[in-house]
């Protein structure tokens, strides 16, 4: 019972600075997709409808389970951060434009 309260405590401790990530990390992605080129789309665009489902997720059960809550956030966080490197691996971009001609 002590452990469970510990992880409780713990997550209620750092579930906001997750779900700020998720949510930061889904944006930049985002944008990142609305700058690619249209071939890159479906899979990037899963990843992030999927990533929004989990942030979702997260802040429906964030009073009820914060642990369950950073796990979504987590989540989240994870499948931007993914469909981010996609993205980035069929432009050539890393940190900066590709013109295409």
């Not at 997550?11 to 944008?31: E, K, Y």
């Not at 080129?37 to 999927?50: F, I, K, S």
């Amino acid at each position: 019972m002590a452990r469970r309260a510990s992880r409780v405590r713990r997550a209620v401790l750092d579930l906001p600075q997750a779900l700020s990530d998720a949510r930061q990390r889904i944006d930049g992605t985002r944008a990142s997709l609305a700058d690619a080129c249209p071939q890159v789309g479906w899979w990037a665009h899963q990843r992030l409808d999927e990533a929004e489902r989990s942030l979702r997720s997260a802040f429906v059960v964030a009073t009820s389970d914060p642990v369950d809550a950073l796990a979504f956030a987590r989540m989240a966080r994870d499948l931007a951060v993914h469909a981010d490197r996609f993205v980035k691996s069929q432009t050539g971009r890393r940190g900066h434009r590709r013109t295409i001609r």
